[in-house]
């Protein structure tokens, strides 16, 4: 066609759209619209039940919100007992945590060496599926890549459809075996195809956790330490479910609500993830670090360090984005749970692995920014540093990739998503549809003829 030019007509289109501007913030209030699900002072409104998990962050008092130190219960039970029994029998727990959140009780040791042996059965891949899914096609993002892949499971499956409780509990297993091979391989053909290095693609193996198996197919040599995998181990169990509100569980309840298959589900799942807001806030937690670290001279300095927070705040440094990463949370108030076994268990590493001084900043960050950030809080609860702040530097402390960060928190939290989705078609029968509350007034269709031409 003469004169085209998409770009020139992108930009144009750019330009043209603006319909609304942005609504006024006292709209929401005057149309009792709740504005990202939440109630005035913070809280998320009530969308339904659950007894997968509890996220216990504040007491309410008189109506007032009472900050208390933050707790995490799966099926009822402390995730901090959850790590200190493994710890204290030395063992792995992700498996333990997953079949917690999937049947509700801690499993006898019969039970979980059964589901210990159907994840690995799991974890071997449909004959060509790496090659035809994968390989054909990655992704520079492991995350598009797995919300692909699983996508694609369903043509594997020769009941995709069914979404009877045994099916999607068959179904919810194969995904949790499955996912952590989908990463590594995704990951490496991506290695291959854009950054030009070598791809190897290592077949699980038999008679290792999940966390031992993603270190040993991720490394060229294989090899990994018992310390390293126990770490990774634990930030599994730390990251395995967060509540039916967190964004993703709330998207996968949403989408299987419509009573559709786990595949659509699931991916819808791991897209909510990926984001910054959600998932992905690991990895700006590491910018942020290397970007604290090229501008602040002395790391020991906490006036120079608030005086770098302040210019993040204010847009001048950072992302732009005026967030301090890693810290906050829609429910914690006073200490996330997860943040704090979490320091404690980087801690024993640092030295160790030359990591010292970035866990120096970052708990540096976390006592320093509190003060900054309160006034921009909806009541005086207080912020704490979230999960985030510490997972990245674990992950860098065991080598692995940063494009692996927000892939290995959906390897972890499918165990959640699909506790959640068989727990929506077991009870509640019901498809999600709220209401959006309509602004604009009639108006009176114009004939293209009669519209003029800007
Ligand atoms: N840095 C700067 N400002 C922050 C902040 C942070 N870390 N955390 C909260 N705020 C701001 C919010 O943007 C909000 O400002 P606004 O009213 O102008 O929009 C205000 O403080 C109140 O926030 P609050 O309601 O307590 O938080 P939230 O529930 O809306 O958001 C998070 C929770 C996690 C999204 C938010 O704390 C955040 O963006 N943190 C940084 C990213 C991060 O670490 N994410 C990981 C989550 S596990």
Redesign the pocket.
């Known amino acids: 066609m003469n004169g085209f030019n998409m770009e020139e007509d992108f930009k144009y289109l750019a330009e043209k759209y603006n319909p609304d501007g942005e609504f006024d913030g006292k709209l929401y209030v005057q149309c009792n619209a709740k504005r990202?699900l939440r109630n005035a002072d913070?809280t998320g409104i009530v969308a339904g039940l659950t007894r997968i998990s509890n996220v216990h962050g504040y007491l309410v008092n008189e109506y007032e919100r009472v900050p208390v130190d933050g707790e995490l219960f799966y099926r009822g039970i402390n995730v901090a007992d959850l790590v200190a029994g493994c710890e204290k029998e030395n063992r792995f727990g992700y498996d333990e945590a997953s079949w917690l959140l999937l049947f509700g009780e801690l499993p006898s040791a019969s039970d979980l060496g059964m589901y210990s042996r159907l994840i690995e059965h799991c974890r071997k891949i449909p004959n060509n599926f790496i090659d035809d899914v994968i390989m054909r096609t990655p992704s520079r993002d492991i995350m598009n890549m797995l919300a692909r892949a699983v996508l694609a499971l369903y043509s594997y499956d020769e009941d995709p459809d069914d979404i009877s409780e045994v099916n999607s509990l068959r179904q919810s297993m194969e995904l949790i075996g499955r996912l952590p091979v989908l990463m590594v391989a995704a990951y490496q053909a991506k290695r291959r195809t854009y950054d030009y290095k070598s791809m190897y693609l290592h077949f699980p193996l038999d008679g290792l956790s999940t966390a031992e198996n993603i270190l040993s197919t991720l490394r060229a040599d294989r090899k990994f330490t018992e310390e390293e995998a126990i770490l990774l181990d634990r930030c599994m169990i730390l990251h395995a479910e967060h509540g039916g509100g967190n964004n993703s569980a709330f998207v996968c309840r949403a989408v299987t609500s419509s009573a559709t298959d786990i595949y659509s589900a699931v991916a819808a799942a791991i897209g909510a993830l990926k984001g910054p807001?959600?998932g992905g806030?690991n990895l700006?937690?590491c910018d942020m670090l290397d970007d604290i670290k090229a501008h602040v001279k002395d790391i020991h300095d906490d006036d120079e360090i608030t005086a770098y927070l302040k210019k993040i705040?204010a847009g001048e440094a950072g992302d732009g984005s005026?967030?301090?990463?890693?810290?906050?949370?829609?429910v914690y108030t006073k200490s996330d749970p997860r943040a704090v076994i979490l320091k404690r268990e980087a801690e024993r590493m640092v030295d160790e692995k030359g990591y010292r001084d970035d866990f120096t900043l970052l708990d540096a960050v976390e006592r320093l920014s509190p003060a900054l950030?309160n006034s921009?809080?909806?009541d005086d609860t207080g912020?704490c540093a979230?999960?985030?702040m510490y997972s990245g530097l674990v992950y860098r402390m065991l080598g692995i990739p940063r494009e692996l960060f927000t892939p290995l928190f959906a390897v972890a939290r499918m165990s959640g998503w699909c506790a959640h989705r068989l727990e929506e078609i077991q009870t509640s029968h019901k498809i999600m549809r709220p209401a959006y509350r309509p602004l604009t007034k009639k108006r009176v269709y114009v004939p293209i003829s009669e519209r003029g031409d800007n």
């Not at 005026?322 to 829609?330: N, T, V």
């Open positions: 990202g913070g807001r959600h806030a700006k937690v705040l005026r967030l301090i990463y890693g810290m906050g949370h829609a950030l921009k809080m909806v912020i979230n999960v985030d």
